[in-house]
């Protein structure tokens, strides 16, 4: 399912500030503080938001060196060779590119380091070779792009019966500060035929609030 110009004002606001409360949000986004409560446990439930945390200065973190270093790699080791590139503590980020290749940002102490980061094990499988390794001498801009809604996608699975959910605004029933999403009526009623005494007991079942989905049928 594709988020809405709602969902994206909640992640522009977020990406401004992600400390700001659902308050605060609401606010700068002219919704309803449930509004973005519901829209945000969404998000997070169909993996577009992943998780927050704090973004660091470079420069207020101990000093290091960063460098981009392009791996050509065959493909039969390729997924294997990417994944013990990213379990390294100084591997910052990984990228599988066209061509077989590998290109990783690395964190370093010193420019030093970089020798003997190419000199690792995993670098030295068969149909693994360095192509080139860089040091960065400047971060001009490093931050996520503005995104735009054709661009996004939500894998949200209902709460039910496990099929992806394809509505743009899916069946829904909210329970204090949960939210269970479903792809039909059909799955909705079940759920609540099979849990409905127990969500009872957390607090009285809503079901499509329009106030929280701005209109879910």
Same mark, same amino acid.
């Given at each position: /399912?594709? &988020?809405? $110009? ?7 606001? =977020? *990406? @401004? ?11 700068? $986004?002219?919704? $309803?503080? &449930? ?7 969404? /998000? ?5 938001? /992943? ?6 200065? %470079?420069?207020? %973190?101990?000093?290091?060196? =960063? ?8 493909? *039969?080791?390729?997924? @294997? ?14 990228? /599988?590119?066209?061509? +077989?290749?590998?290109? #990783?940002?690395?964190? #370093?102490?010193? &420019? ?5 980061? #190419? ?10 070779? %360095?192509?080139?390794? +860089? ?6 801009? @490093? ?5 735009? &809604? !054709? $661009?996004?996608?939500?894998? =949200? ?10 509505? !743009? ?32 007991? #957390? ?5 499509? +609030?329009?106030?929280? =989905?701005?209109?879910?049928?």
């Amino acid at each position: /399912m594709k &988020p809405d $110009t709602i969902d994206v004002k909640i992640i522009e606001a =977020l *990406m @401004e500030d992600g400390r700001a409360s659902f308050r605060q949000i609401a606010r700068r $986004t002219s919704l $309803t503080t &449930p509004t973005v409560s519901a829209r945000i446990a969404r /998000m997070t439930k169909a993996g577009l938001i /992943m998780k927050f945390v704090p973004v660091l200065s %470079v420069d207020s %973190v101990n000093p290091h060196v =960063l460098a981009l270093v392009t791996l050509k790699v065959s493909s *039969m080791v390729a997924e @294997e060779v990417a994944s013990d590139l990213a379990r390294l503590r100084e591997v910052e980020d990984v990228y /599988m590119t066209t061509g +077989q290749s590998i290109t #990783l940002k690395v964190a #370093l102490n010193s &420019p030093q380091g970089l020798q003997s980061f #190419l000199n690792l094990g995993v670098l030295a499988k068969p149909g693994v070779d %360095v192509t080139s390794s +860089q040091i960065i001498t400047a971060v001009v801009k @490093e931050e996520s792009a503005a995104l735009l &809604p !054709s $661009t996004m996608t939500m894998n =949200l699975r209902c709460d039910y019966c496990s099929e992806k959910v394809t509505r !743009s605004r899916p069946y829904t029933v909210s329970v204090a500060s949960s939210h269970y999403y479903f792809c039909c009526k059909t799955c909705r009623k079940a759920y609540l035929d099979k849990y409905g005494s127990r969500l009872a007991k #957390l607090g009285a079942p809503k079901t499509d +609030q329009p106030d929280i =989905l701005k209109g879910a049928v």
